[in-house]
C-alpha cells in the first residue's frame, strides 16, 4: 500500500525565498473530507490528479494519486465542497530533500506551511532556520479541514 510520511510546519520568516526551485498554482477541492478517507481533486500546473488518502496516523497516512484530464478534473472541483483550496507550492531544495512551502490565496489567505515528506516515520530531520512550529498533529492545518474552517475564520491573536 503506498504510504505518505508527511510532517507539516508554520514558517518562522523568509529566508526560504532565494532558495525556491520551482513553483506552481495549485487549485484543489475535495469530494470527502471524512476523517478516515479524503478524496482531492486537484489541479497543478496543466495537469489534473485524483488523490485519495487514508486516515492518519500519526504522520502517516495510505495515499493513492492518479494523474486524470485537466478538464475532467475542472469538472469535478464544480462537484467539491467549497470553498476551492487556492495555493501557490514553492518548492526549495535542501541536500537531498524537497519542502513544499504553500502560501494560500482565497478564504485562507494569510497561511503559510511548509512540508517535507519522509521515507519513514522515525527518520530524523534538520529543519532549516525558516521553519518553525510543527503542525503535524493539529487537523486544522490538513488541507481537507481548510475547507470546512477556513484560515480567515479562526480567532487570530
Same mark, same amino acid.
Given at each position: 500500500?503506498?504510504?505518505? @510520511?508527511?510532517? &507539516?510546519?508554520l514558517l518562522?520568516?523568509n529566508?526560504?525565498? +532565494?532558495?525556491v526551485?520551482r513553483?506552481?498554482i495549485?487549485?484543489?477541492g475535495y469530494?470527502?473530507t471524512? +476523517?478516515e478517507?479524503?478524496v ?6 496543466g495537469?489534473?490528479?485524483l488523490?485519495i488518502k487514508?486516515k492518519?496516523?500519526g ?8 494523474? @486524470? +484530464? ?6 469535478l472541483l464544480?462537484?467539491?465542497?467549497? +470553498?476551492?483550496i ?6 526549495v531544495?535542501q541536500?537531498?530533500?524537497?519542502w513544499e @512551502?504553500d502560501?494560500?490565496?482565497?478564504v485562507?489567505?494569510g497561511l503559510?506551511m511548509?512540508? @517535507?515528506?519522509l &521515507?519513514?516515520?522515525k ?6 532556520d525558516?521553519?518553525g ?7 486544522r492545518?490538513?488541507n481537507?479541514?481548510l475547507?470546512?474552517?477556513p ?6 491573536e
Amino acid at each position: 500500500m503506498p504510504t505518505e @510520511i508527511e510532517r &507539516k510546519f508554520l514558517l518562522k520568516n523568509n529566508n526560504w525565498k +532565494p532558495l525556491v526551485a520551482r513553483s506552481y498554482i495549485l487549485k484543489q477541492g475535495y469530494l470527502s473530507t471524512q +476523517p478516515e478517507r479524503s478524496v482531492r481533486v486537484r489541479i497543478k500546473g496543466g495537469k489534473g490528479i485524483l488523490t485519495i488518502k487514508g486516515k492518519t496516523e500519526g504522520i502517516a497516512r495510505a495515499e493513492y494519486e492518479y494523474e @486524470i +484530464p485537466v478538464v475532467e478534473a475542472n469538472e469535478l472541483l464544480q462537484l467539491c465542497e467549497k +470553498p476551492i483550496i487556492e495555493k501557490t507550492r514553492y518548492e526549495v531544495l535542501q541536500g537531498d530533500r524537497t519542502w513544499e @512551502i504553500d502560501i494560500f490565496e482565497g478564504v485562507n489567505k494569510g497561511l503559510s506551511m511548509a512540508e @517535507i515528506e519522509l &521515507k519513514s516515520e522515525k527518520e530524523t530531520l534538520e529543519a532549516p532556520d525558516w521553519i518553525g512550529e510543527e503542525v503535524s498533529d493539529d487537523f486544522r492545518y490538513f488541507n481537507a479541514s481548510l475547507v470546512k474552517h477556513p484560515y480567515s475564520m479562526w480567532s487570530h491573536e
